[in-house]
């Protein structure tokens, strides 16, 4: 009878072992369903609904530019000089500073004008106006695909295109240290359709500049891509060169993710669980963590860490990038999805269903 019983609490292993593999792949079903998930579940765990995402930024601004922008669309040129003149030669902070200022310029630059009335050789000036020239020519074409833009838009880009070359000339040249003209050219060698040869040249000036400047690496990696001048396996071959090469915290692991991104046609999703992908989001883990906190791309990364975590059934890690840039959803993967109402519906989405799988398993513990 000893014999029989443990014959049979053998045999019930396997049965046992199974059952419980088929309790969590239940439980991660039911908790990741294709329709909405209860919010109440992400709220109790202090997480924004939609209609409290920031749908402008990918997270919060940099102590004191807030502030600076504020006074910049009231009309203060001053406090974008000084925003500005602040940045120094940190060529990264540098860059997201002119690329807020431009925006605002590009649907108002009275402000612009007054400063360049005041200071007409000022690079910090010349640079925001050639960024804005840049910004003004993408508005103008619209986001949508070739086959909805009509003729007239096109006309309107490519001259507004031509025009920012020359306001890109005379900013490299008024500071020649400063990457961000150049790295400003890269959208206009999306649009005009610079021959790979002509971005070869305009990439040596950048990282003769800035090798590792997140920035310039991320606008390349668009021109690289199918949907604009290259190719996936260009795509992909420039992102894994630059985070094989870029030092830890400087957010290029990034780069390889984004490319996947670019390229997956697939509802599949077993196409961001291979292996090479859980490699790269480990990659991107380490680089978050390694980052300087206050950089201000940081958040970028952790938007994408927590959408192929989450795609991954890596929950508590998704949940924890999740926190990390709750409130603000204008980044990758959500930007794609339409405007700012959709963006934050779809990051609700998917952080919800992370949340709700960690808040079983925790109640079951």
Known sequence: MTVLLWILAV?????????????????????RPSGDVDPDVAEAMGLLPAERQNTEYAGPLPTGVESALAAVRGGDWKAAAKLMHDTGRDWERRSSAAYLLAEIAAKEDDWLLAWE????????????RARSTVILAWDLRGGKLAKYTTGEQFGGFHRMLERSREEIGRAAALNPDDPTPFI???WVALGLGYPHAEMDRLWTEITARA???????FSALQYWCAKWR?????????????????????????????AHFEHDTSDDAEADRTPKMIGRVDAGLA????????????????????????????????????KLVDGYVNALPWRYQGDGEAMAAYYCRIRNASAAVVAAASSTD
Do not use: M
């Open 117 to 128: 009335a005041d200071r007409p050789d000022d690079p910090d000036a010349a640079v925001v």
């Open 287 to 322: 680089d978050a963590a390694a980052a300087d906190p206050t950089h201000p791309r940081l958040p970028e990364l952790r938007h994408l860490l927590a959408y192929y975590l989450a795609l991954q059934d890596r929950d508590d890690a998704a949940l924890e990038q999740f």
């Open 11 to 31: 045999l019930a292993v396997p049965t046992l072992l199974f059952g419980l593999w088929i309790a969590g792949v239940f439980l991660k079903e039911f908790f």
């Open 184 to 186: 400003t050219e890269i």
């Open 211 to 217: 090798p590792h400047h997140y920035e310039a690496h």
């Open 230 to 258: 290259g190719s996936e396996k260009l795509a992909t071959e420039f992102a894994e060169r630059a985070a094989a090469n870029a030092p830890l915290g400087g957010l290029l692991t990034v780069l390889p993710l984004i």
